[in-house]
């Protein structure tokens, strides 16, 4: 589904297309030696570096005009430890097979993003979370990480070892270093069973925070133009399992929610004064439904139709009144809103800026079809998340500045103090990085 591309005319581009760059050389190397000998040329030659997985960042975190380093060639799982209860997988690994690796071997993450495209180092590097009342993101999940720094030493690092570099390195968003492979906590497979059900708007709000403490992982997804929303609880399951016959999970969740859904978008974007209407009845077509199965085929699902996307962290207590605002915002515009707004939640976590970090944490997410015009709606959308001292994703559109990180992280000044020490030279650096973490 999502790959990035290196077109003929050597411009790269993100998943969402919202992002190209145009790289002097791309570089795949198939050890972690040649990655670090790589960097270590780029030196020579004064020129930036950065890595990429899969493109599915929607910010320009990982563009560069210097040397693009492609990690496909870096992936498997390099260890598997039962007495830790920890894997350890090179950097290039997509989600997808790891997995289906550890499914395999009789373990799982506990848990995870709603897609599972991403490599494991970009999604940890950006700080890719899923929902859960205990459960943190998938970069919580780290126990140990290998980075490739600036001077081309290999370095790696836990919370024994190296552990202020563990302590950021986590979510380095591509600052500190090139993360080569990363240690994971995993647990025995077990059982998720999933309840799905629409749910009026209003009482999910009323009852936010009861459905939060009862459930292990909640989410809803809000639809603008409607009152109406679809819910998602997901709790440990003693079995048996029972997962979504195959027939049906093709209509649900291909032909309705990406092939239907695709074809809606188009007359959205063709004719936005239908966009109500296709909201009220998109809202209406997935019914309610129950099923239980191992954990990244409950957490995850096919996502077809592109599009962009915004997300702040807002603090958990504060997300009820950032949804009515929004709504209220929407509802008193002229914006045509096609996708629904996903709201999710995390525990407090200890990673230097991740978006938990020090604070229990609800996310909410606003996307616009790829193609459509989504400034207007975005800009009104943060001025709301700000305004509750929203983080926004690493990876997904925003306008923040080094000023306001500074103001809304606490350790903020402990990460770029380290990445003062990591790349003094700014190896790593690109347009992104100099916008939210300064020069």
């Not at 060639?73 to 430890?81: F, S, V």
């Not at 370095?155 to 990363?182: K, Q, W, Y």
């Not at 957490?299 to 139709?305: A, G, I, K, L, Y």
């Amino acid at each position: 589904m999502s790959t990035t591309v290196i077109g003929k005319s050597g411009t790269w581009r993100n998943w969402a297309g919202n992002v190209t760059a145009r790289p002097v050389r791309e570089v795949t190397p198939a050890t972690v030696e040649e990655l670090a000998a790589a960097v270590r040329q780029a030196a020579e030659d004064d020129l930036r570096v950065k890595a990429v997985g899969t493109g599915h960042s929607f910010t320009a975190a990982a563009a560069t005009d210097g040397v693009l380093i492609r990690p496909q060639l870096l992936t498997g799982i390099r260890k598997i430890d039962r007495e830790a209860m920890t894997v350890t997988v090179a950097a290039g690994t997509p989600l997808k097979r790891l997995n289906l690796a550890l499914a395999r071997e009789g373990l799982s993450l506990t848990n995870m993003g709603d897609i599972m495209e991403q490599t494991v180092s970009g999604a940890t590097s950006t700080g890719t979370h899923g929902t859960g009342r205990d459960s943190a993101s998938i970069a919580a999940q780290i126990r140990g990480l290998e980075l490739v720094t600036a001077d081309g030493s290999i370095l790696t690092c836990s919370a024994t070892e190296n552990p202020d570099v563990f302590a950021a390195a986590r979510v380095g968003i591509g600052a500190l270093g090139i993360v080569t492979a990363i240690t994971f906590a995993v647990e025995p497979i077990f059982l998720l069973s999933a309840r799905e059900e629409p749910m009026p708007f209003e009482r999910v709000l009323a009852e936010f925070d009861e459905l939060h403490a009862e459930n292990e992982h909640f989410e809803f997804y809000w639809f603008p133009h409607t009152g109406n929303t679809n819910t998602k609880r997901n709790n440990r399951s003693a079995g048996p399992e029972k997962p979504v016959p195959q027939l049906n999970s093709w209509f649900e969740d291909e032909f309705l929610s990406n092939g239907l859904f695709q074809v809606a978008n188009w007359v959205g974007q063709a004719v936005p004064a239908s966009i109500p209407t296709i909201a009220q009845i998109s809202s209406r077509a997935l019914s309610a439904r129950t099923y239980t199965d191992i954990p990244y085929k409950v957490f995850t699902s096919p996502r077809r139709v592109r599009f962009v996307e915004m997300e702040f962290a807002v603090p958990r207590e504060a997300v009820v009144d950032t949804l009515r605002e929004l709504k209220a915002m929407v509802d008193r515009s002229n914006l045509r809103v096609s996708f629904p707004v996903e709201v999710r939640t995390a525990p407090a976590d200890d990673i230097t800026l991740s978006t938990a970090s020090g604070r229990e944490s609800a996310y909410v997410a606003v996307h616009m079809f790829r193609g459509t015009p989504y400034q207007a709606y975005f800009t009104a959308a943060e001025r709301i998340f700000t305004a509750h001292e929203g983080r926004p994703h690493w990876g997904k559109v925003h306008t923040r500045d080094t000023d306001y990180f500074a103001k809304v992280y606490p350790r903020f000044g402990e990460f770029t103090a380290l990445r003062d020490r990591l790349d003094p030279e700014r190896r790593f650096q690109n347009d992104y990085l100099r916008r939210v973490l300064g020069a």
